[in-house]
């Protein structure tokens, strides 16, 4: 036990019977609504440790509901930005199907519109290695009837001409190509003159006379004479003339998209492409269902 000196024991025990006296006064005398004054006292010495207790905790709460909240949204925001790179990896793969059938589509239709004539879908399965080459290689070849020269066009017009056949595949020289090229004659003056490519997206009509008239804008067809191509074929249209020495210097936008082929026609005749009409057509086919009924 602590030891008290004995000068101040006497004023410890004064001052323990007076602290008991008023502890004896507190636990009987009471305040209003009978509430007694020790309690009073009790609960003002505590509310304050209450108080600050409860801050703490509060805070300490907060906080830890606030950092896993944060990993929540955290790990929410990046399955977000999972679940939109994916959609938009969809939309891009229904994108490239929809066009996709877009082209097949209209591929289908210019092969109907010419049932007379014998051609061959093909599709582009890669292009040259060679920077200066413009060629390009199609899932076509001697076993399906593909032979050199012959050639190679899409719904909009004359792409190129096969260059190298193999069992399965060909090699396809586009028109941009320097040494690629067709019989080409202007639509309203049947000028003729070769068309050829330069290493350039435009193409150049060549051996044309400065007399010929020839605006920006006008058809170049094919005419037929270097027994590749059928006669009257798109080529392009003119984009740009002017006076040369000797010929007049003319450059032509290809009808076909050289540049982002992706299924292509191969010819297999130089049978002319004439457009049949949907009568004749209608009655075609009623020919042909009579003919297979009688049968």
């Known amino acids: 036990m602590l030891a008290i000196p004995s000068r101040h024991r006497s004023l410890v025990l004064l001052a323990a019977v007076v602290l008991s006296q008023i502890l004896l006064l507190a636990v009987q005398i009471k305040r209003e609504r009978q509430v007694r004054v020790i309690r009073v006292w009790a609960v003002s010495a505590i509310t304050p440790v209450q108080g600050a207790g409860a801050w703490v905790i509060d805070h300490l709460t ?46 289908l239709g210019f092969r109907e519109a010419h049932a007379d004539v014998p051609m061959l879908a093909a599709r582009v399965i890669g292009s040259s290695a060679d920077s200066a080459s413009r060629a390009i290689y199609i899932n076509r070849g001697e076993r399906e ?129 004439g457009t049949r009409k949907p009568a004749e057509q209608a009655a075609r086919k009623s020919s042909e269902k009579t003919s297979t009924t009688s049968r």
Do not use: C
């Open 145 to 273: 009837g593909v032979r050199r020269n012959m050639g190679v066009i899409t719904p909009e017009g004359v792409a190129g001409k096969t260059l190298e056949v193999y069992p399965h595949t060909a090699q396809v020289l586009l028109l941009s190509d320097k040494d690629g090229g067709v019989g080409a004659l202007l639509a309203a003056s049947r000028t003729q003159g070769p068309v050829g490519g330069s290493g350039e997206p435009l193409l150049m009509m060549k051996y044309v006379s400065n007399d010929e008239q020839v605006t920006v804008g006008e058809r170049v067809l094919t005419s037929g004479q270097d027994r590749i191509f059928p006669k009257d074929l798109p080529v392009g249209t003119v984009a740009e003339v002017k006076p040369g020495n000797p010929f007049k210097v003319i450059r032509v936008k290809p009808a076909a998209h050289l540049d982002g082929l992706e299924e292509v026609l191969v010819l297999l005749t130089q049978q002319e492409l």
């Open 62 to 107: 907060g906080t830890w509901s606030g950092y896993i909240g944060l990993r929540h949204a955290r790990r929410e925001n990046q399955e977000l930005r999972q679940e939109v790179e994916r959609l938009k990896l969809r939309n891009s793969q229904l994108e490239s199907r929809a066009a996709e059938a877009d082209r097949l589509a209209e591929l």
